[in-house]
């Protein structure tokens, strides 16, 4: 069984016949103490562990796999590609949001209602995945200001129109969503946008910011 820290092979105790992954995923965190690195993927077997597999995973015995790989980073890279791949998911629901549009038009509730939820799916992650990455780099949220705005009024305003959607489906008001599939969710997505453009661009420039070397240069 090979064990690694990215290409590396990590230490652990000799009786690792009774170790899960999870205990190896802690060796392998130890080993980045005192590094600005943390550990945002699993692979077993050479395939990625997703979201929802990873507490079964972790819990197994890791001598289940004949190979275990711990993907490391560094926390402004790690968030500033969960963002990116944040921003297509959300640019993909423009569509979704038209074919409810169309469906709900026509009388097809369940096909609108069907979309819709998978739209709101996405948005409850795109609020997950600012909140989380901010969290992670130490983002200020009152003073982090994004296109004009605080980055806490994005996430309020975020929230609210999550929450005023989500009313409108479970009660199944119609005309209200159709107001706001046709003459509201456009403008409102394109600030969504917007606004995780303007995140990942300020993750990236701190990050860039902070990698450079310090400026030794003593002025007389």
């Known amino acids: 069984m090979n064990i690694l820290l990215d290409n590396r092979p ?4 000799a009786a ?3 170790f899960t992954v999870g205990q190896a995923l802690e060796a392998a965190r130890m080993s980045l103490t005192g590094s600005d690195l943390l550990i945002f993927g ?3 077997d050479d395939v990625d562990v997703s979201p929802e597999q990873l507490d079964g995973v972790l819990a197994s015995p890791a001598q289940g796999f004949g ?5 490391s980073g560094r926390p ?3 968030v500033s590609a969960a963002l990116r791949q944040t921003r297509l998911a959300l640019a993909d629901t423009f569509v979704t949001v038209k074919e409810a549009s169309d469906a709900l038009a026509h009388g097809r509730v369940n096909d609108a209602m069907s979309s819709l939820v998978r739209c709101l799916s996405v948005w409850g992650q795109t609020h997950e995945a600012v909140v989380q990455g901010g969290t992670l780099c130490g983002l200020d949220f009152e003073h982090v200001v994004i296109h004009g705005r605080p980055l806490l009024d994005w996430l309020h305003d975020l929230a609210r129109q999550l929450r005023s959607l989500k009313g409108a489906i479970e009660s199944r008001d119609h005309v209200l969503l ?5 003459y509201e969710l456009d403008e409102t997505l394109q600030g969504w946008e917007s606004m995780l453009d303007g995140i990942i661009g300020y993750v990236e420039r701190q990050s860039a910011a902070a990698s450079q070397p310090a400026d030794r240069t003593i002025t007389p």
């Open 10 to 13: 990590i230490a652990l105790p």
């Open 16 to 18: 690792t016949d009774r």
């Open 178 to 182: 159709g107001d706001i599939l046709q």
């Open 67 to 71: 190979k275990l790989q711990f993907i």
């Open 42 to 44: 699993v692979r077993c």
């Open 76 to 78: 402004a890279d790690v």
